[in-house]
């Protein structure tokens, strides 16, 4: 009765190649070998097992908006958990209520829209997936290019062939739309139609933002037929592009205002959790009781992580801060070097397009040199950093790539 549950601390101990051999016998190989084996991180930096810093300019992949062991969030997930974990979804938690309000109100929502939690963002969207299904109609269109997910219903909504192929037959009735064609979209509407479901900024595809008016497009088709909007923000929500949600941006969506939109990767500021926003009160009726749920969705811990980390956002200005930074950076990097062929995105989420295909070496350099970034194509890099981010951090690394032998990547990769 009085043996001392020991707390993880020296036996975590060892080199990266030691936690790298051990990983391989222990992890499934869903994602290859781990680039390096982090043990700490503090702001917009990392270390590894073998003591390298490292700047995180990817941010878990638009996760860690605030950075890493920030003092705000790491408070309010302590004290959370100290009183108050989890409790099943029989129960709520003022934490949840608040959370939801707060989203509503943050993404122009009324009386009549509801919000529904999860712990990711495949989750989020395999239920408005489902959203879409309780219409009664049996079609659905996604765009070429879309990434919306993994698991069986949000794969369906994914057009990549590698990863949908080895899991085929997925559930039926989507079509995918040339990305950002006005015509073929209007082509292939219908009555039949139940939802249209855009990602405002293509992430997995290239950070590859919807061409001007092709939202408020959708929005009209939508209207005309009676489909839902469905508008997955889970890499683009919660500040990353400037707005709490890249629609809101004049040059995306403007006034657009989409039935549901699907969050999660910022919301928690590293904590799990995904969100549904029904904005529409048609939408937000569809899902009645026993028709969807998760276990651990809204969670008391995750929920007050999201109030911390919107709260962060407001406290401190950052999306001020995004805009400003993002608009400095996107054109720092569109004159550093031949190599850059173009430079897209909005906000702190950032693709810099190199001018053949030697994104991954590229990668592998820039990790080598102490900067994490994504080869998220085969000649894209995706930066999506920390909101906290300052220029003095980050133009280190426009230096870096200035210096990169532009015209010898160049011929390497055939360009």
């Known amino acids: 009765m009085n043996d001392v549950v020991p707390v993880p601390g020296a036996e975590l101990a060892g080199s990266a190649a030691e936690w790298t051999e051990r990983y391989g016998r222990v992890l499934m190989n869903t994602f290859g070998t781990p680039r390096r084996v982090l043990v700490r991180g503090e702001g917009v930096h990392v270390w590894d097992a073998d ?47 608040a959370l939801a309000e707060r989203l509503v109100a943050l993404a122009g929502g009324d009386h009549e829209s509801r919000v529904f939690f999860a712990n990711s963002g495949t989750e989020a969207n ?20 879309a990434f919306h997910g993994r698991t069986m219903g949000a794969l369906a909504l994914t057009h990549k062939a590698a990863y949908r192929e080895p899991f085929e ?12 064609d006005a015509a073929a979209l209007e082509a292939a509407m219908g ?37 839902l909007l469905v508008l997955d923000e889970v890499q683009t929500g919660v500040g990353r592009t400037g707005a709490w949600f890249a629609h809101q941006l004049p040059e995306l969506g403007g006034g657009v205002r989409p039935d549901v939109v699907t969050l999660a990767k910022g919301l928690g500021g590293g904590i799990p959790i995904g969100a549904v926003v029904a904005l529409s009160g048609r939408a937000a009726a569809l899902l009645g009781p026993g028709q969807h749920g998760t276990t651990f969705g809204g969670n008391p811990v995750a929920t007050v992580a999201a ?10 200005g950052l999306l001020g ?9 996107r054109a720092a990097l569109r004159d550093v070097t031949p190599l850059v062929a173009e430079v897209r995105g909005a906000g702190l989420l950032i693709a810099i397009e190199l001018g053949a295909p030697v994104a991954a070496r590229v990668a592998d350099d820039a990790l080598a040199a102490g900067w994490i970034v994504n080869p998220v194509t085969p000649s894209t890099l995706r930066l999506a950093p920390p909101l906290i981010l300052t220029w003095e951090q980050v133009s280190g690394f426009v230096d870096w790539l200035a210096g990169l032998p532009a015209d010898q990547l160049l011929n390497e990769g055939g360009a």
């Open 51 to 97: 003591g390298r810093r490292y700047t995180d300019l990817l941010g878990g992949i638009a996760v860690n908006v605030l950075g890493h062991a920030h003092p705000t969030l790491t408070a309010a997930v302590c004290a959370q958990l100290g009183t108050l974990g989890h409790v099943s979804n029989f129960f709520t938690s003022p934490q949840q209520v």
């Open 126 to 145: 395999e239920a408005a997936f489902k959203i879409a299904r309780r219409t009664g109609r049996p079609r659905v269109l996604a765009l070429e290019g």
């Open 169 to 180: 037959p997925l559930p039926g009735g989507v079509e995918f739309v040339p990305f950002g």
């Open 191 to 227: 009555d039949d139609v139940a939802a249209i479901v855009l990602e405002p900024v293509q992430g997995e595809a290239g950070v590859r933002p919807l061409p001007p008016g092709f939202l408020a497009h959708a929005r009209a088709l939508a209207d005309r037929h009676g489909a």
């Open 307 to 316: 109030l911390a980390t919107i709260g962060v956002i407001e406290r401190d």
């Open 321 to 329: 801060r995004v805009r400003d930074l993002g608009d400095r950076l």
